[in-house]
């Protein structure tokens, strides 16, 4: 067949990666039109393409149209340009970095919750897609944030509902045909474009020292002119904040979903929520003592990865389990498939956030779960989202709990990320415990207690 399997993975691509790796196993070579692709699928694999033999690999073509809106940034560059993009920007995710960063995910989960009314029915998949480009703005430009998210925010959604799947050989052909949606695309980069100039020549002009990647960048340009021209510049912030909120929204996002389904979850949850804090707001110091908080959006990523297939290209042969990849070959990798191996997961399809107890997470081989990646190219941002994962459900669970407005499985659309083809809608409910703990509170501090 002339297309191969083209038309399968174009009609659904998740349910094509599922079908070849229980029918192949570890290694599937796959045809799609004129391109050989190799699905590899055994933890030992996944960590040569992504740690010990790197530098076999490229993201080259991989990535196809995802370029058209994030230009040449540290998602979609390669080689001597990533390396440096990736120093330059490093500082601002590191560790200690991330106090900081954490009064500010609270403090705008608070202000998110304060604005729901129980009773009300809402698009959650939204909603947390509106709160982490909050997070994000504010985490890159610090006091110039609140503008550039407010316009921001639907340009960004346009975009990535535009992109399809990131692999598909004939994207680069696609984007040069005059097509509605290749036109519209091209037109919501424009307008990032132009958000973001405007948000750079303000700060010029103030010269604002702020703690943010955006001074932090900035400083790069001016200590060595000609490291990163102002295009380069747009691309690093178009796809931080890019990738710095919808990831994270959408793991959210289905994490409301599966915890409003399993009722036991959600009392353990609020459980440790209310012994730990409490009525007041959670702190980056929190963090660790709520681990099964963490345990439930690890799970909720392991079922749902937004980051649910990487593709490189091999630049030197390979082998993977005694199969050659020739240089040439797209090398895919999914968590979402892996993720679902009942060898590492027994009953793959099962929600039990206890699969991260200690024990049971070490049994595993490493990159049977990789949500962010790993490696050179792992996820620079990753103790940033696990920090707003935990933060952001703790502050919300204090307060409120989230029923399905419909009881079926939310349809996905796998594109650059996963995410609910048509949002996730639930019914909001004040919990009594919350308001109880809240109430006491107040009594305490009116008495001067």
Known sequence: MLLGSLPEVRRDPLAFVLRVSADYGDVVHIRLATLRVFLLNHPD????????????????????RARRLFGNGLLTSDGDDHSRQRRLVQPAFHRLRLPAYGGVMASLAREQRERWRAG????????????TLAIAGRALFGPDAGALVDNAGETLETAT????????????????????????LRAARRTLDRLLDDVIERRRRDRTDAPDLLSMLLGAQDQAPGVMSDEQLRDELTTILLAGHETTANALAFTWCLVARHPRVEARLHAE??????????????????????MVFAESMRLYPPAWLLGRMAIEDHRAR??????????????????????????????????????????RPRFSYFPFGGGGR?????????????LVIAALAQRWRFRLADESLPELQPAITLKPRRGIHVRVEERLSSLVAARGEEVREQSGA
């Open 45 to 64: 694999d996944i960590e040569q393409v992504l740690v010990s033999h790197h530098h076999r690999f490229i993201k080259g073509r991989s990535l196809g």
């Open 120 to 131: 009300e029915t809402i698009d959650i998949a939204r909603e947390m897609g509106h709160l």
């Open 161 to 184: 509902n535009l992109l399809e799947v990131a692999v598909l050989p004939l994207a680069p052909v696609v984007d040069l045909l005059p097509l509605p949606h290749v036109r519209r």
């Open 273 to 294: 929520i209310d012994a730990v804090l409490g009525a007041r707001l959670p702190t980056a110091d929190d963090v660790a003592a709520l681990p099964y908080t963490r």
């Open 322 to 363: 005694g199969y050659l990849v020739p240089a040439g070959s797209l090398v895919v990798l999914s968590p979402w498939a892996v993720q679902r191996n009942s060898a590492y997961f027994p009953d793959p399809e099962r929600f039990d956030p206890d699969r991260w107890l200690p024990e049971q997470q070490a049994a």
């Open 378 to 390: 792992g996820c620079m941002g990753e103790g940033f989202a696990w920090m707003e994962g935990v």
